[in-house]
């Protein structure tokens, strides 16, 4: 097997293929974002996917209410407390997209080689002749030729499902289209995407600010997922405005990828954001089939080397219905693993598919088993020379933890942080084994009350490869050189030996700050 390739340079043991699968405390490294929904919002089938490896709940603004949303959440948090597995919030904006609004809810039928006209006027009823679209400059946005897809919950690529129209001509503010395949649309929502054609709307909606400034702000959100993010100039102007809110100021941006314009702008957005979601459903639409491949390989090396968590989207896309994924799709996964990927993020898979805790537990499962032969070394390699010299003082410690502790073998790596920025550059180079991020609390003061950060720190970790957090009692400063860091390292160490990563006679690294330098040590557990 060629030596550059993310594989072990040895070939794999067919014995190892043959071997059942162990389990262990923490399902995988890398991470899975469930999106919660219809089938997902009780707190008993919450608490079976935060077991199952869900570590990222997404909540999707672009249908239900707030109320309903926060029904969901109430539930998350009782979940949250009754598992004792920490989650963290994003919530996903609507951005400028294009919908078609079916208030009847009955199924259309459009039929091959027939004509449907998208229309502004919502005040028509949708039908196999007419469908009503939430934007009135479609008609000045589109030529003949042009290429529109309709179908629910973007595009699951099943013809039957989704219907592939053709611009034949425009007339006033209507679209008259050619009608390309035979397919069924069911629900009270479609999304409609105009393929590789710039639409005039505000990346950042008034109806997302509003939802963002009363749900987000009250729920505290860790995660801002950026719909349709199409230059860096939209990163910027959704920090503006976070940065206004409150505690908002502390949430991250994940611009989201999804068509042509964000794609020729990639790295100016990655500069930006805090981190990416390949949105394969609409890029694979906005690209050709044979180029998707490409831009994930390309978008997760420049992530990685970025050390920003990138997450990919629509790989189980038949779990939505079955129990089981297909080769394909389990082969995605694990693909996505040994590209680079933090996190895996499940859509229609667990927000109305049937079977959410399952499709967690199945995922998690591939990428375990991808993480055992993604090729570390070439890895770490890759990313020293990327980073090059000379390093600064914070990047020359995480890479060296690494370094050591892939040496000595250790069980993990445990990291002392405040603002979780040291945690993440070990994360960076993806150490084999896990990184338990000891998040301590800073307090601080606008001198009407005191409060303590950290949790913002430690959940925002949840959507890293390889990084699970703990929080600190805020009684230990992080730079102390007294014994007060003794007795953290004590309950870091107890919690690595109760879920079952540390064992005794096994060796620990430890990053941590005494006084103003930061110190790597090597431990060696007794009894």
């Not at 394969?280 to 906005?286: M, P, S, W």
């Not at 996505?336 to 667990?350: F, K, N, P, Q, Y």
């Not at 090729?375 to 600064?392: A, C, H, I, W």
């Not at 020359?396 to 002392?416: L, T």
Request: glycine content about 6%.
């Amino acid at each position: 097997m060629h030596s550059n390739h993310l594989l072990l340079e040895e070939p794999i043991r067919m014995a190892s293929i043959l071997e059942p699968s162990k389990s262990s405390f923490f399902p995988a490294m890398t991470k899975i974002v469930g999106t919660l929904g219809p089938k997902s919002r009780s707190v008993e089938v919450i608490s079976g996917c935060l077991k199952a490896g869900m570590s990222v709940a997404r909540f999707d603004f672009s249908w239900g209410n707030p109320e309903y949303h926060q029904g969901t959440l109430e539930n998350l948090k009782a979940a949250v407390k009754t598992t004792k597995k920490l989650c963290a919030v994003m919530l996903d904006t609507v951005g400028p997209e294009l919908q078609v609004v079916n208030k009847s809810g009955n199924p259309i039928s459009l039929q091959a080689d027939g004509f449907v006209i998208l229309t502004p006027d919502q005040e028509q009823e949708a039908s196999s002749k007419v469908l009503p679209i939430n934007f009135d400059g479609l008609s000045k946005a589109v030529k003949h030729g042009d290429t529109i897809f309709v179908g629910q919950y973007l595009f699951t690529g099943s013809e039957t499902t989704s219907v592939w129209l053709e611009v034949s001509e425009v007339k006033g503010n209507d679209v008259v289209c050619v009608i390309k395949n035979s397919a069924t649309l069911a629900g009270s929502l479609f999304t409609l995407h105009a393929s590789q054609i710039r639409i005039e709307l505000p990346t950042l909606s008034d109806k997302d600010k509003e939802v963002i400034s009363t749900w987000g702000v009250q729920n505290k959100i860790d995660f801002l997922s950026l719909s349709y993010t199409r230059h860096a100039e939209d990163v910027r102007n959704a920090r503006e405005y976070l940065s206004k809110l409150g505690d908002l100021y502390q949430t991250q941006i994940f611009a989201k990828i999804e068509n042509i314009e964000g794609l020729t702008h990639f790295d100016e957005i990655l500069q930006e954001a805090d981190g990416i979601i390949l949105s394969r459903g609409n890029l694979g639409i906005d690209l050709p089939p044979e180029k998707v491949f490409l831009f994930q390989k390309a978008a997760l090396y420049k992530c990685n080397m970025a050390g920003k968590p990138a997450v990919v989207t629509r790989v189980v896309d038949s779990m939505t219905d079955n129990l089981r994924p297909t080769r394909a799709e389990a082969t995605d996964v694990a693909n996505a693993v040994l590209d680079g990927s933090d996190a895996i993020l499940l859509g229609a898979e667990t927000l109305r598919g049937l079977y959410p805790i399952e499709t967690i537990s199945i995922v998690g499962k591939i990428c375990a088993e991808a993480e055992k032969v993604f090729n570390q070394d070439l890895y770490f390699k890759k990313t020293v020379k990327y980073v090059g010299e000379p390093m600064t003082h914070l990047e020359s410690i995480a890479s060296s933890a690494v370094r050591a502790a892939i040496k000595v073998k250790s069980s993990v790596i445990i990291c002392f942080t405040s603002s979780g920025r040291a945690a993440r550059l070990i994360a960076k180079y993806r150490p084999t084994m896990p990184v338990l991020s000891v998040v301590i609390p800073r307090l601080k003061t606008n001198q009407l009350k005191w409060s303590f950060s950290g949790a913002f720190e430690a959940r925002q970790s949840l959507i890293v490869r390889g990084l699970f957090p703990m929080l600190a009692d805020p009684r230990h400063p992080a730079e102390s050189t007294s014994a007060t860091n003794e007795s953290i390292l004590k309950v870091a160490l107890d919690h690595g030996k109760a879920s079952g990563v540390i064992k005794s006679h096994d060796r620990v690294v430890i990053c941590q700050k005494v006084g103003d330098a930061s110190v790597v040590k090597i431990i060696e557990l007794e009894d």
